[in-house]
């Protein structure tokens, strides 16, 4: 029995029983192929939201962009920093276009709009699908009475007396 290490949760799994990745002759281990998939699009979203953020703030050398990001990854997930990048990079783009006296101000003030819209982001998701609908339904519907006014009540009370 020999044991290795998950990449994705750092724990020691046996290495008959683990989903085995070999990247450039170098054997990765996990704990499962859902573990491996899972790391795969987390390192995807975020190559995408750092070419997405040079997008929208420009090209930079400053490190506080990956530092910044890391944070805000480490609490919401890359996939979701990219989805939220995506579908608000125009309003984004327009945000950015004040003047800053340095980058590191710039990033700070880029991360600060994502870090305080972010939490109530929700993915747009977008079905082609026809919902299908159910041709065995029953039709429960009362008509309301309307109800009179107390006008209503004076004519007809007047028009009876005549």
Known sequence: MMLVKCKCHDEKIERDTAFKIV???????????????????EKESRENSITTIKLIIGDTTNTALFK???????IHGYYKIS?????NK??????????????????KYF???VKNNIGDFKEETKTNEIKEISENYSVN???????KSLNEYMEEYLEEEK
């Open 68 to 74: 910044e990001l890391k944070i805000v990854g480490d």
């Open 23 to 41: 990247v450039k002759g170098k054997n990765n281990y996990y704990c499962s192929e859902k573990d491996y998939l899972h790391i795969k699009r």
């Open 111 to 113: 991360f600060t709009v």
């Open 90 to 107: 125009d309003m984004l783009i327009k945000i950015m276009t004040k003047s800053f006296g340095n980058e590191f101000g710039k990033i």
């Open 141 to 147: 519907y009362k008509p309301k009475i309307k109800k």
């Open 83 to 87: 989805a939220y990048l995506r579908d």
